[in-house]
């Protein structure tokens, strides 16, 4: 795999260990409208990781990328830019561009399915109706690809799915949510310094 992407991308690439470098991914939509909304829950846990790194994103192609370090390994953070249903299109371009392994990114996106900030590590699974997962798995041909899942509760009537995944948080999800960010930060943390399965076993139901 690794002699494909230099074959593809030039020389430069050769030198460094894909195995060392790592893609976080955080799902949302863009525009101000999506900014506090239930489904820009990945979008709003990678913008607290990268504001506890100190880094900064610069717009690149599909989408916000910002760069940091953990024990010495390159960590490549993303926010696509092409709406969530469009979101592997983006991860296959940077994983393509940085040499970066599938084993080696992690996707962070909401899932209707866990109470309001619990938290689910996988290594491999179904889409689960997600589009932005379905996305990525039809872009990467596989299911086999670390993610990451922050519940949102399902507190919504029959059909009001669509209202509540793209409503704001209520009042006691605002209050308990500084918390739950600071708990995801150490999930990417961990993720890159233990690995996945480090990770599940710590933070899964947390």
């Given at each position: 795999?690794?002699?494909?992407?230099?074959?593809?991308?030039?020389?430069?690439?050769?030198?460094?260990?894909?195995?060392?470098?790592?893609?976080?991914?955080?799902?949302?939509?863009?525009?101000?409208?999506?900014?506090?909304?239930?489904?820009?829950?990945g979008f709003k846990i990678i913008d607290a990781y990268a504001q506890e790194k100190e880094t900064s994103w610069s717009t690149e192609?599909?989408?916000?990328?910002?760069?940091?370090?953990?024990?010495?390994r390159t960590v490549v953070l993303l926010?696509?830019?092409?709406?969530?249903?469009?979101?592997?299109?983006?991860v296959k371009y940077w994983m393509q561009k940085e040499n970066i392994s599938i084993e080696n990114i992690l996707v962070i996106t909401d899932d209707l399915n866990l109470e309001f900030g619990t938290i689910r590590v996988k290594s491999k699974g179904s889409d689960g109706g997600h589009n932005g997962l379905k996305d990525i798995q039809n872009q990467l041909s596989t299911t086999k690809y670390p993610r990451f899942r922050f519940g949102i509760g399902d507190r919504f009537s029959r059909g009001k799915q669509i209202d509540y995944v793209l409503g704001v948080w209520d009042k006691d999800e605002e209050l308990d949510m500084p918390e739950r960010m600071d708990i995801s930060c150490k999930v990417i943390e961990s993720f890159i310094a233990s690995g996945i399965a480090n990770?599940?076993?710590a933070y899964n139901g947390k």
């Open positions: 795999m690794s002699g494909f992407f230099s074959k593809l991308f030039g020389s430069k690439k050769e030198s460094i260990d894909p195995m060392n470098k790592y893609l976080i991914i955080g799902l949302g939509n863009i525009g101000p409208k999506y900014d506090n909304t239930r489904h820009n829950i192609k599909l989408g916000d990328v910002a760069y940091t370090k953990v024990r010495g926010k696509p830019n092409t709406y969530m249903n469009l979101s592997g299109k983006a990770t599940m076993n």
